[in-house]
């Protein structure tokens, strides 16, 4: 039992890591691709994928092979001969139970001990791939836009000299408002020896310029300066080097902390929000926006003071002048907007915190859920794979996709909606499991 099932779970284990690295492969391409990356860089990249998708590899994997496994033995007529004498289902169940438990524990290390230095240095190379300028690649006939301030546009290049010809060139690091579009014959664009700057040199053009001290004014009244060169060279910052950032930055991340240090963060967030929160209630009561309960005594003492009659604003209001008026409400309303922008600035540092507090407790939850899926998935696949008795990678994988994908989606929108506060933190992280 246990080698049958060995055997197809580490077939079902490499598949399921390969196409959700893949899956995460082509959700970061725009990163990879055009980068000029070397491939130890890329071995690294793949290396603490793999380490960090294993926890997520490992619960489809057990369900796939279970269904695998079981629906060879139902195909095969083991599991009845099994049951003809005498032996039950749960106990032919036992041995793999326990290896799947021991399948769990090592989810849960891998997310509470092994991951979190993965994920640590996938995030660094993520952060550096984006930092890294692309490698230099000019197209013909399009704007190329890749370079700093600068789109460049080439009719025709020769490969073999390197030569650039009829060149157009949309230049704004002088600002916007300084644009400078510059035509030339041909140009020649090399990168230098420390792969830090652009050298490009270009003949025979014309230099036109927005505004300017001495600008003239064209046909349409818009001054610009205009300038006929023969040569001219521009040398633009370009560096193309891969420069790997320290991975120790991003260990304040939630997804970078084990269980103890998540529940360390959650617990000093916590006190910090509501020493803040305090903090605002104690200033807003001295605000003249915060209205108190009025007690019997004040009541008494009001009504002495106004002799009875009754307080209305609008006879107040009714009694200025109109001037007065506009006045006392332009006031009032300037007041209360000065008051709600400083209420908005407030809630932005609560919101940030409570959402930071939030990502914590989903990690947290997270653990638990991910490795608990390997034993709930394997009690769903080995009943069911007995049921449909069918074998091979045909309808047990479609089974098993097709419920992995609603077990995803669950998981995915309860967090989701754990995350932005809307469902309570349990129910959301949890629904997928129940």
């Known amino acids: 039992m ?35 990356i070397t491939m130890d860089i890329l071995g690294q990249f793949y290396w603490y994928m793999a380490i960090t998708m294993v926890p997520m590899a490992l619960p489809l994997a057990v369900l796939l092979a279970s269904l695998v496994s079981f629906g060879n033995m139902g195909e095969r007529l083991e599991l009845l001969a099994m049951k003809a004498a005498g032996v039950s289902l749960l106990r032919i169940m036992r041995p793999l139970a326990v290896l799947v438990i021991g399948l769990a524990a090592v989810s849960f290390y891998f997310q509470n001990r092994a991951a979190l230095d993965a994920q640590k240095n996938l995030t660094s190379l993520l952060w550096s791939l984006r930092e890294t300028s692309p490698a230099l690649e000019i197209p013909e006939g399009v704007f190329y836009g890749k370079i700093n301030n ?79 060169f023969q040569y001219k060279r521009f040398i633009i910052d370009f560096n193309s080097n891969f420069e790997k950032q320290d991975a120790e930055q991003w260990s304040g991340s939630a997804i970078t902390k084990n269980l103890k240090q998540l529940s360390a963060s959650i617990d000093s967030m916590n006190t ?31 009504k002495q003071m106004s002799k009875g009659a009754k307080l209305d604003f609008d006879t107040i209001m009714a009694r200025m002048s109109a001037d007065k008026r506009v006045q006392t409400i332009r006031a009032a309303a300037a007041s209360a907007a000065a008051y709600a922008s400083e209420l908005e600035w407030k809630s932005l540092t609560t919101e940030e915190g409570d959402k930071s507090v939030r ?40 089974i098993a996709v097709i419920l992995f994908i609603f077990y995803y989606i669950i998981n995915t929108s309860g967090m989701k909606m754990a995350r932005d506060g809307a469902w309570n933190m349990i129910f959301g992280m949890w629904i997928s499991t129940v």
């Open 2 to 36: 246990l080698g049958n099932f060995l055997m197809i779970f580490s077939g079902s284990f490499f598949i399921t890591l390969f196409v959700l690295m893949m899956q995460f492969t082509w959700r970061y391409v725009d990163e990879i691709v055009g980068k000029g």
């Open 150 to 228: 600068f789109s460049l546009y080439v009719e025709r290049k020769d490969v073999a000299t390197g030569k650039l010809y009829n060149v157009m060139i949309y230049k704004t690091d002088q600002g916007f408002d300084k644009a400078q579009i510059v035509v030339a014959d041909s140009g020649r664009l090399e990168v230098t020896n420390d792969k830090e700057h652009l050298i490009f040199d270009i003949w025979n053009g014309e230099n036109l310029q927005a505004g300017g001290a001495q600008a003239a004014l064209n046909t349409k009244g818009v001054p610009y300066d205009r300038e006929t």
């Open 272 to 302: 910090a929000l509501d020493s803040i929160g305090l903090a605002n209630y104690k200033q807003g009561k001295q605000t003249a926006y915060y209205c108190p309960p009025l007690r019997p005594q004040h009541a008494a003492v009001l």
């Open 359 to 398: 990502s914590h407790r989903i990690q947290w939850h997270q653990k638990f859920t991910m490795s608990i899926a390997c034993i709930f998935f394997f009690f769903i696949g080995a009943p069911l794979g007995a049921i449909i008795r069918k074998g091979g990678l045909g309808m047990p994988t479609i």
